[in-house]
């Protein structure tokens, strides 16, 4: 018998054709059944879907529905609940089904056959038959050693098993929070033999640790299999063989970034979202969806736990897990101390640590000073008593940190005789020097040539590098402190002493496979003294023996035009802080740098206090009077064009159709009522690669009515596509609850 089937395929961006396809099947399929399919000349990989839930754009002419060419055998059909998770992805970011759909499942399984598929299966069925099972016992044969938890870890494992959540684990940084993810990982999957739990990071870099710590944790209970990792920096084979074992339900344990969030786990019970805040869980291509936002509806859709995690929560978080009465959704829990220094360990407080205490410093966390660069040598990019407290530290053997978000050797070089300056010819942005291989780059559209003998404009041959990046701060600090030698390096090479060793970390660095690990594997064998780094450098890392940490320019973001800016400046820096002294024998002792023009910034002074309620409170109020998020929803329509004209007259046409067909449009009058669209302006970096951008922010004190809106104005769009405003636009995409405007 023949069954009409609905079927998700991936269709170019835009395409007319839809992403919803009609096809036949003698055998009746159910929805979420993986099949190939014919689309125009080729076969493409498709997902059966509910009939009833998406509507068919394709040829609806019986005669002319094609069959489809087979079946994904041995793969069970995606859940339910996984088909809700990417309906809702696709109605909610405003993309089609079957680009949401194919492009949450690896990208293998499109290339492969049904055949090979086979053939892939059985051997990963023959893996498993052979792998180790668990057997409780740690590495040699030996008891599995667990830490003992904190009074405050104890305190917080048993709300998480006590309550539903969702739940804001705001935790000091070195507090423990991972102990308390594997706790809670643990404790669900030995009540549940067949549960699964989602573990999420924001990058990728900060995979390899957390799989170290997880495998070695779990292995032993569970076996080699038990663990499996999903993020783009794994091959393609590699992926799919992850994915497979979170399908059939013999991984217990995903850990992945953001695009782990679509992972098919047919028993999943916890979802944990580790640094919560951080913007990289945001897309910036596609479907822009946040993978925080998506875990919190996926555990509710799910009734699985979500544990989202920070010291630095996102302010909407934040504000989510404000007191139940006074409206809040998630169950906020706090571990305020790091490990090692919570009173109970703490016998005797030390002088210094009385001295921290009267500053202010909770105990154990470094202490903050800020360095009044009013107050020093004009265009001194290191402070004098910055650079004696650096010079003090390396003498002792300790190791500093020294971080500032700028790569390159200098971010523009000018001839001061015509003005002339690096100006990318493709973008509206400076061309970076990069002293090393003596390049200008665009990092923006990657546009490099060599830097020219002279000036290009002028023939003077004396350009000159403006402002720093990490590689000239790197050059820089390491002249400063030539005089500097090793403790205890005396030796028949070295008759005076070894110099002291500044290295860098940053994106140009670790371009390499591996670069990243030695490099940090160097900073953690005590080879380097000094770290120079951009951000990268900041996040995550567990860096034992630094016990200082310097910011030295980081006054830009109080001054933004994005109003997120101060929120991601004081998480940057609190997390910077959180690089000093992990080690709780030199913890005592370890600081934090600032130096700034705006000493008396509210922000540094709560971050002096470590206090990102009192932070947190204030910004709130702030955005609360303006009506900003997460007191009001926005979004984004970016369009691209070969002129700034056409893409806002774009932009604007379908503003005005909106305040006008619309309007017409039975029962709209109370939605449209609710939205407020701006005119279209410039991106704030307005040419890239030769391609004009410009922007359109919606926003509604109501989700709701925003949603609603998008919706409806999708047809507006793809209309003024078609029409006259339409020509020469290059393409258009919205942003729902947008990160940078
Ligand atoms: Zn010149
Ligand atoms: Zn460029």
Not at 14 to 27: I, Q
Not at 40 to 48: D, M, Y
Not at 138 to 158: M, W
Not at 607 to 624: C, M, V
Request: net charge neutral; charged share 20%; proline share 7%.
């Amino acid at each position: 018998m023949t069954h009409w089937l609905c079927v998700l395929v991936q269709t170019p961006a835009h395409a007319s054709l839809g992403s919803v396809l009609s096809y036949r099947s003698e055998a009746l399929l159910a929805p979420g059944t993986l099949v190939r399919v014919p689309l125009g000349k080729r076969e493409t990989l498709g997902v059966v879907w509910d009939g009833d839930s998406a509507q068919a754009t394709g040829e609806l002419d019986p005669g002319k529905i094609k069959a489809i060419a087979g079946a994904l055998d041995g793969i069970a059909p995606l859940s339910t609940a996984w088909q809700q998770l990417i309906g809702f992805t696709a109605q909610y970011y405003q993309r089609s089904l079957g680009e949401v759909a194919l492009a949450a499942l690896p990208p293998q399984l499109r290339e492969l056959s049904p055949e090979q598929m086979q053939r892939r299966l059985k051997r990963g069925k023959l893996a498993q038959a052979k792998a180790v099972i668990g057997t409780g016992e740690g590495p040699n044969g030996g008891p599995l050693a667990i830490p003992a938890l904190t009074p405050e870890q104890t305190a917080v494992v048993a709300q998480i098993n006590n309550h539903p959540g969702p739940f804001l684990l705001f935790g000091a940084t070195g507090s423990g929070k991972t102990e308390v993810y594997l706790n809670s990982v643990q404790t669900l999957l030995a009540g549940d033999p067949e549960a699964q739990a989602l573990v999420m990071v924001p990058e990728i870099n900060l995979t390899p640790q957390l799989e170290a710590r997880f495998k070695e944790r779990f292995t032993p209970l569970y076996g080699e299999d038990a663990v499996v990792s999903l993020h783009s920096g794994m091959t393609n084979p590699q992926r799919l063989k992850s994915w497979l074992a979170a399908h059939s339900g013999s991984a217990r344990i995903v850990l992945g970034t953001r695009m782990a969030v679509f992972a098919s786990m047919p028993r999943l019970r916890l979802i944990v979202v580790d640094e919560e805040h951080d913007p990289s869980y945001k897309s910036s291509e596609g479907a822009r969806y946040s993978a925080r936002d998506l875990a919190v509806y996926r555990g509710k859709l799910e009734g699985a736990k979500v544990l989202l995690g920070s010291a630095t929560p996102s302010l909407e978080s934040w504000h989510h897990s404000r007191p139940a009465l006074e409206g809040g959704r998630y169950l906020r829990l706090h571990m305020p101390s790091r490990i090692g220094t919570q009173p109970d360990a703490a016998s005797a407080r030390s002088e210094q640590e009385r001295t921290r205490a009267a500053a202010g410093t909770p105990a154990g966390l470094p202490l903050v000073r800020r360095v009044d660069m009013n107050h020093q040598h004009r265009n001194a990019v290191f402070s004098i008593p910055l650079l004696e407290a650096i010079k003090e530290r390396v003498l002792r053997g300790e190791q500093c940190m020294v971080f500032l978000n700028r790569r390159g050797y200098a971010p523009v070089l000018h001839c001061a005789d015509c003005g002339w300056k690096s100006e990318c010819p493709h973008c509206s942005a400076f061309r970076v020097f990069h002293k090393i291989d003596r390049t200008l780059r665009c990092h923006h559209c990657g546009f490099t040539e060599r830097v020219p003998r002279a000036c290009p404009t002028c023939g003077n041959p004396d350009i000159a590098p403006l402002g720093r990046g990490t590689e000239r701060l790197e050059e820089h600090l390491a002249e400063l402190l030539a005089d500097v030698r090793r403790p205890n390096s005396i030796s028949a090479e070295f008759p005076e002493g070894e110099p002291i060793r500044v290295a860098r970390i940053d994106a140009d660095t670790t371009r390499l496979k591996g670069e990243l690990e030695s490099q940090l594997a160097a900073v953690h064998a005590g080879d380097v003294d000094v770290l120079v780094g951009t951000q990268m450098i900041a996040k995550g890392h567990d860096f034992r023996r630094i016990t200082l940490v310097a910011a030295v320019n980081p006054d830009g973001a109080l001054f933004s035009s994005d109003f997120r800016a101060p929120e991601r400046l004081f998480s940057l820096l609190m997390q910077a802080t959180g690089r000093a002294g992990r080690d709780a024998k030199l913890g005592a002792g370890s600081e934090m740098w600032i130096q700034t023009f705006q000493p008396a910034h509210p922000l540094y002074a709560a971050l002096k206090r470590h206090d990102y309620p009192a932070f947190a409170t204030a910004q709130l109020l702030e955005r609360e009077q303006a009506s900003l998020p997460p007191f009001s929803a926005q979004a984004l329509v970016r369009a691209e064009a070969r002129t700034q004209e056409v893409a806002q007259a774009f932009l604007n046409a379908a503003r005005a159709a909106a305040n006008t067909d619309m309007a017409l449009w039975e029962g709209w009058t109370d939605v449209l009522a609710q939205v407020t669209l701006y005119p279209a302006v410039p991106m704030s970096i307005q040419r890239v690669a030769n391609i004009e951008r410009a922007q359109m922010l919606i926003e509604s004190p109501s989700r709701a009515a925003l949603q609603r809106f998008l919706s409806g104005w999708q047809s507006v769009l793809h209309a003024t596509r078609q029409g006259p405003e339409g020509k020469g636009l290059i393409r258009w995409a919205i942003d729902v609850d947008p990160l940078a405007i």
